[in-house]
């Protein structure tokens, strides 16, 4: 095992919360940081700590080197949180975040770690899907800035700033490889309660893709799909927020019963 990486610089966590009933681990889209996060402790029940990561390359971490391979990402994310899974949690992921989030569940499965109560999934279709859209992570620099123009995820001011994307373009390359080059395995599905969440516009998620999440868990499955396109999840914030809080509030109130 790896020597567990430190906390601070991986989660970001705004104000500390010793006395939360649950914790929300967030993971952010390719590209993204913690800062995505931020507000979300004010929008959510006052039981819940938000916990943001803060992936190695994003964010407060740009100079770092970010994953591109599973095996480095899973193994890393599983030892920070650890330390936090002294009370039930759940795991929230939007795109690349999803996937990360599914694979992490059955990561802690596989190792007999503690496992979320809830698998909260965004804007990724379902991981037994094979990808729609050819790959993008090893095309030239301008077909590769062109694609994250149409994706519509990077500022303006970002793709038009040389020096931003000087730093920024070997983190992107970086995250699409991870998930571009990700291989579903058959497992069985996960015990814990799973929502997906898609927009209207977003074709990733269209065609069964976002219901599809159902076959992965073998407890209660629920879908929402919202107004927006891929990032709708800064678009149709209120919205999604106030389906996340109460869900939240109805796990706590589950995990309250079963702690008497």
């Keep these: 095992m790896i020597t567990t990486p430190d906390t601070s610089r991986w989660i970001r966590r705004g104000t500390p919360n010793p006395n939360a009933s649950l914790r929300c681990f967030c993971l952010p889209y390719a590209g993204g940081s913690a800062r995505i996060f931020q507000t979300w402790s004010q929008s959510l029940p006052e039981n819940v700590e938000v916990c943001a990561l803060e992936l190695p390359g994003h964010g407060m971490r740009l100079t770092e080197q970010p994953f591109d391979n599973w095996d480095a990402v899973l193994e890393a994310i599983s030892q920070v949180i650890l330390p936090l899974c002294d009370r039930p949690f759940v795991f929230f992921g939007h795109s690349m ?13 596989r190792h007999n770690l503690p496992m979320p ?17 050819d790959p993008v992570h090893n095309l030239p620099e301008q077909a590769f800035r062109e694609k994250l123009t149409r994706l519509q995820g990077t500022p303006p001011a970002v793709l038009n700033s040389e020096e931003f994307m000087a730093m920024l373009l070997p983190v992107l390359r970086a ?18 309660l799973i929502t997906a969440f898609g927009g209207t516009q977003d074709p990733t998620t269209q ?27 800064h678009s149709e914030q209120v919205s999604l927020l106030n389906h996340l809080k109460i869900s939240l509030m109805r796990l706590d109130m589950v995990n309250s019963k079963l702690l008497k």
């Design 207 to 233: 065609r069964g893709r976002l219901r599809a999440w159902r076959a992965q868990t073998q407890a209660k499955f629920t879908r929402h799909v919202l107004p927006g396109k891929h990032f709708f999840i």
């Design 117 to 133: 109560s809830h698998l909260y999934v965004s804007g990724h279709r379902a991981p037994q899907l094979p990808d729609p859209e």
């Design 175 to 192: 995250d699409f490889t991870l998930c571009e080059t990700y291989q579903y395995r058959t497992e069985p599905p996960l015990p814990c």
């Design 97 to 109: 975040g999803a996937l990360i989030s599914f694979e992490l569940a059955r990561y802690c499965r």
